[in-house]
């Protein structure tokens, strides 16, 4: 059974930082490509960030390029995301998400097992 924790959001001034975590539990976690997705108020669901299994190759949305950095950890069954010079429409819930066999999809339906969700609110 997989099972995912994301810890390390809060509530930062525009143009700060956070360090979100996401802790895999379960059998090989290096067969899973790894994504963050985040919902804002009144908003769907949407991709951030994904990394493939082996962190060779990484995905962005437009919107956070440059920005934030997915990286993921193999030995600590871990993914991170670095979120630096943060905006007010970045405030949203962020959820870790697994794929198996994955390849850094963008898309939600081809993730199997979500974390809880962590909130991240950025003031202006």
């Known amino acids: 059974q997989v099972q995912l924790v994301d810890t390390g959001g809060g509530l930062v001034q525009a143009g700060g930082s956070l360090r979100l975590s996401c802790e895999f539990s379960?059998?090989?976690?290096?067969?899973?490509?790894m994504a963050w997705f985040r919902q804002g108020p009144g908003k769907e669901r949407e991709f951030v960030a994904a990394?493939?299994?082996?962190?060779?190759?990484?995905y962005y949305r437009d919107s956070v390029t440059g920005r934030f950095t997915i990286s993921r950890d193999n030995a600590k069954n871990t993914v991170y995301l670095q979120m630096d010079s943060l905006k007010p429409e970045d405030t949203a819930v962020y959820y870790c998400?697994?794929?198996?066999w994955g390849q850094g999809s963008m898309h939600s339906p081809d993730y199997d097992y979500w974390g809880q969700g962590t909130q991240v609110t950025v003031s202006a």
């Open positions: 379960g059998w090989h976690y290096s067969t899973y490509s």
């Open positions: 998400a697994a794929d198996l």
């Open positions: 990394i493939t299994r082996s962190g060779g190759n990484t």
